[in-house]
């Protein structure tokens, strides 16, 4: 399970925020976030298993950022895996191969979602956000994401059914009341690298177990990066990245 939180509309200078932890087994080979060649004027990691990412960004025709996130599935059996199946960070990458937010939506709803097993995917541009999953019997669903503080794991958006937003979201609005106060990007790395780093859990620790915290350590499975991005009002975007569990990697510009 990832963490991915979204701050819209909270800040003239930065309308647009994106924090995120990744979650993933240790030894899945990753690259981190760089300038892709293929698709061009794209900024983002590589997941060298799949060829797929789980976090991107471009700034072609106006600001475009993707995330992608593994989906717990509930209400009915996971899809089989089969030879037509693909990677869920195609999905992601293949959006992002768009100038901007319209051609990426249109490429997602153009898809047969049920290759891919359940996911969660934010998609965002200058005017609008969204989040698409596959995750219900009845197709694919499309979530708007209002002004202010989404917070996405592998459920709904602010789904209180997480364990882990018991404790995220009150911190989580601690930075969205520093970007309504004028905060400068490097108060926000601050603040942002605090939270993503959290090893709290306001949830019972025996029923959360350690995915009740936003910074995850288990033997073979944790928070492997963190990420922070900004887009400032003229549609600049300023990128910061922990190539390592934020609890103890620094967020550095990239």
Known sequence: MCTLAVFRGLSARYPLVVAANRDEFYGRPTLPP?????PPGVTAGLDLEAN???FGFRNSSGPLVAGLLNRRQENFPPR?????????????????AHDDFRGALASVEGQDLGRYQSFNLFLAGPERAVVIDNASASG???????????VLTGLDVNDPRCPRLASAVPRFEEVAELLAGGADAEELRCATTTVLADHGADANPDEAGPFGRLCVHTEEFGTRSASLLLVDAGGRTELFHADGPPCRTPLAPL
Request: hydrophobic share 40%; with cysteine; glycine share 14%.
């Open 34 to 38: 760089a300038p892709l060649w293929e």
């Open 80 to 96: 089989p895996r089969s030879a037509g199946q693909r990677s869920r960070g195609l999905l992601c990458l293949e959006a992002l």
């Open 52 to 54: 797929g990412t789980w």
């Open 140 to 150: 694919p669903r499309l979530t708007e994401l209002g002004a202010g503080l989404s």
